[in-house]
Structures are given as C-alpha cells and as structure tokens.
C-alpha cells in the first residue's frame, strides 16, 4: 500500500481547501433533509417564498417569469430596480426608469411600446409575451422613486 500515504495527504489538502474556501460557513447552516423538502416546486429552494401562488395566473403575469426575463435581458443597462445603473448603463445611456416625474407622465401603453420596439439604444423586446411585457411594465412602476 504505498498509494496510501498519498491519498491521504490529496484528502487532507482538498478538505482543508474546501473549508478555507468557505464550507465552514455552510456547515453551520446544513439542516435535516425533510420530506416536505421533495415536494418544492420547481425552480424553488425550500424556504422560499413564492412571489405569487402557484396557479394564479389569470391574475396577472407570473412574477418570477417577470424577473427573470428582467435580468436576462434588462438588468444589464437598467439595473436592478431600474435607475440605469447596470454595468452597461452609463455606456448606453440607460435613463433611471424610477424617476417620479418620468413615471407621471408615460402611460402603461407607452412603456410597452418601447419595449416591443425598442428605440435608439435601447433594444426591441417584441419576441417577449405580451404578459412579460406587461409583467415588466408593472415592475418597473413597483420601482417608482418616492
Ligand atoms: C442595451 C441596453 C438596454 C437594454 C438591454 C434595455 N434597455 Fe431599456 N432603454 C435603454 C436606453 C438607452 C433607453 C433610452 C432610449 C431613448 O429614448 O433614447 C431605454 C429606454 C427604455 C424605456 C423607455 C424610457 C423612456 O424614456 O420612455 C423603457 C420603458 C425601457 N427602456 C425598458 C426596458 C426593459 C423592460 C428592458 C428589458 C426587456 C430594457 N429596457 C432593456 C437601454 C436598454
């Protein structure tokens, strides 16, 4: 067995590696697998809260498709909540969606015409459905300024 001394160091190393790495943190929070793990949803982790109930779409645009389609494909320029501070905001001169005085005077209708279209910089979104359309018109009023 003159492998074994070997081995042993390799597993010594990776573990202390992988601890320095942060695992110290993550052993603290390891909790008991439960059942009720399993029956999550998809897409969810336990303990997550669903932004909306499941099977409610009928009622407007499901959120987390919303957000998603916010940071795949607005973030970017827009930022987070939409004030034009995405890595590439100031590069493309991406207006602060959240602006009150902006918000008071663009209907709905208006933002959705932008974002199917596009306009100068700002990309056409028309491959978009109209219910992320509207889901993201609605995400971007959430993040009025006050
Ligand atoms: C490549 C950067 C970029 C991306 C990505 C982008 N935008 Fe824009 N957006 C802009 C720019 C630049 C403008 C200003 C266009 C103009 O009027 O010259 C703009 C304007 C807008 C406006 C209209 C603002 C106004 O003054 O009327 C809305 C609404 C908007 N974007 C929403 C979105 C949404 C929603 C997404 C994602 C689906 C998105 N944008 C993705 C750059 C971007």
Known sequence: MAMRPFVLTTLLLGSSLAFAAGCDRSSRDVREWKPTDHEQPLGQQPGQVA?????SAQEGPDQSLV???????CASCHGQRGKGDG??????RAPDLTRADWQAQVTDDQM??????????????GNLPDQVITG???????????
């Open 112 to 125: 959705a015409d932008v974002i199917r279209k596009g306009r100068n910089r700002m990309p056409p979104f």
């Open 67 to 73: 957000e998603l389609a916010w940071q795949r494909n």
């Open 87 to 92: 890595p590439q905001g100031p590069m493309m």
């Open 51 to 55: 932004a909306r109930p499941r099977g």
């Open 136 to 146: 993201l018109v609605g995400r971007i009023r959430a993040n009025r300024s006050p």
